[in-house]
């Protein structure tokens, strides 16, 4: 959750129910008292936040009065989705490249300093990781989101990096500030921007970013398998030819606002 000071004068009960929201997503099924020990908010405080939330069907009482997460926040997630200007025109090209590649595709935006996964497709034999539709993740650690932070606007890639630094995922993740605004000029060069185990050990990907009218990364593709099967020419040769061709298909039905 973003630091508090980023907010000149936050409202301490959203605050709090926000806090609770964030605690039920990491570890559903908990009860008035392991939230009230977890925040060392008074027992009485707690209470009235999680009676208003479920009031509102934000979160659910499970059999043996601990709570979770309520299915109203999918009806949320979904609609925020459909608000994305590329969503429905992606996705459809999403489905194609992993048909195509075999490989497992994402579609990816930028919101604030992060990514948010919003769709994926698999094709016959994906490597499964952690990555869920809805997951928040920091630019730097995934080809899709370098692709982005290389088309960015000088003043706001400098306040990212220095608001979220460069936290370390992997033994291979950038954590070099020089080192990664090396590799984002290459990237801005080719177009495009590898991973090469930096998100997830043993995972290689390569991601190019959709941009706006005005060349701004509203949001990105990834194309990721394992390493003994994404790697050679596949990555650095068909992956990206295909890739670029796909996300060329969707510049112009943005633009021009046909179906391709």
Avoid: C
């Avoid at 008035?32 to 020990?37: A, I, K, M, R, V």
């Avoid at 993740?137 to 630094?165: M, T, V, W, Y």
């Avoid at 295909?242 to 112009?252: F, H, K, R, S, V």
């Amino acid at each position: 959750m973003p630091p508090t000071d980023s907010v000149n004068r936050p409202v301490k009960t959203t605050e709090y129910s926000i806090r609770i929201l964030e605690a039920l997503k990491s570890n559903p099924g908990q009860s008035l008292t392991d939230l009230t020990e977890e925040f060392d908010i008074a027992r009485s405080t707690i209470h009235r936040h999680l009676l208003t939330l479920e009031a509102h069907d934000l979160i659910a009482r499970d059999g043996d009065g601990t709570f979770s997460l309520g299915l109203r926040l999918l009806d949320f997630g979904r609609r925020s989705r459909e608000y994305v200007e590329f969503f429905d025109v992606a996705r459809h090209h999403v489905d194609r490249l992993a048909e195509t590649t075999g490989e497992k595709v994402w579609l990816i935006a930028k919101e604030g300093d992060h990514s948010v996964h919003l769709y994926k497709a698999h094709g016959d034999n994906p490597l499964e990781t952690s990555a869920q539709v809805g997951q928040r993740r920091n630019l730097h650690q995934l080809a899709a989101g370098k692709s982005i932070l290389a088309f960015l606007p000088e003043d706001e890639l400098d306040a990212i990096l220095d608001r979220r630094g460069l936290e370390e995922q992997t033994d291979s993740t950038i954590t070099s500030e020089d080192v990664l605004r090396d590799e984002l000029d290459e990237i801005r060069e080719r177009g495009y921007a590898f991973n090469i185990g930096e998100s997830v050990t043993g995972l290689n990907a390569i991601g190019a970013p959709i941009r706006d009218e005005d060349g701004y990364p509203v949001g990105a593709i990834s194309i990721s398998g394992p390493a003994h099967r994404v790697k050679d020419s596949f990555l650095t040769e068909e992956l990206p030819d295909t890739l670029l061709a796909a996300l060329d298909e969707i510049q112009i039905s943005l633009r021009y606002g046909t179906n391709s």
